[in-house]
């Protein structure tokens, strides 16, 4: 069992989707009264990671000394709290300043580029079974979230698939038909705790 499920993760990996993150992390260092460098772009997905350097700061989402009525992120930076990271699904700019220096025009903005990400934890389960050469899937959004965004189905084996959706409504289903048989790996992309084994006879 442990081979087979090795040479299934063998060939999800070489189709590129399964359990591989292409995301990066970008870090911003305080210091002294400045975030360095104050100006990060970053694609959809990308997290930014912010390290504090000294004294007492904040990582708040908003512009001057105005926090944002519902903030993304409004984090201590100081010696108990020593780094925050915020990881940007959508895209626009971001920004934000500390509120102890924001007079003093601590601040910076995060451009976040490209399409909007899924968001794994908007999905509430998704469900994979192979029938007679046809595999189907559904998936239940936990809440509209996602609402817009990919959907991108994953089928990795000896006849792989990929079907793209934009998410409408909390059920999104569909089918991939005449699959050849063998053992598969299937899933939603860039979500792999719901990647789920199917025999297909």
């Known amino acids: 069992m442990c081979l087979k499920r090795a040479m299934l993760w063998t060939v999800a990996a070489s189709l590129g989707w399964a359990s591989i993150s292409t995301a990066d992390v970008v870090e911003v260092r305080q210091v002294g009264i400045e975030f360095i460098p104050s100006r990060v772009e970053i694609q959809t997905g990308d997290t930014v990671r912010w390290l504090w350097g000294d004294d007492f700061h904040?990582?708040?989402?908003?512009?001057?000394?105005?926090?944002?009525?519902?903030?993304l992120f409004d984090a201590p930076l100081d010696p108990e709290h020593m780094s925050f990271?915020?990881?940007?699904?959508?895209?626009?700019d971001v920004s934000y300043f500390?509120?102890?220096?924001?007079?003093?025009?601590?601040?910076?903005?995060?451009?976040?580029?490209?399409?909007a990400k899924l968001?794994?934890?908007?999905?509430?389960?998704?469900k994979f079974k192979c029938r007679r050469g046809t595999?189907?899937?559904?998936?239940?959004?936990?809440?509209?979230?996602?609402?817009?965004?990919?959907?991108?189905?994953?089928?990795?084996g000896p006849d792989p698939r990929m079907e793209s959706v934009e998410v409408r409504g909390k059920k999104m289903k569909g089918k991939f038909k005449n699959v050849a048989p063998g053992a598969y790996v299937a899933g939603i992309e860039g979500c792999p705790d719901f990647d789920k084994e199917l025999a297909c006879r």
């Open 98 to 115: 500390c509120r102890p220096h924001c007079k003093l025009l601590m601040a910076g903005v995060v451009v976040v580029q490209g399409e």
């Open 119 to 126: 968001e794994c934890d908007g999905i509430k389960k998704a």
């Open 135 to 156: 595999v189907k899937w559904a998936v239940t959004l936990a809440d509209n979230r996602n609402e817009g965004r990919k959907l991108i189905i994953n089928l990795a």
């Open 85 to 92: 990271e915020f990881t940007f699904n959508d895209p626009g």
């Open 58 to 71: 904040t990582v708040t989402h908003g512009t001057g000394c105005t926090p944002e009525p519902q903030p």
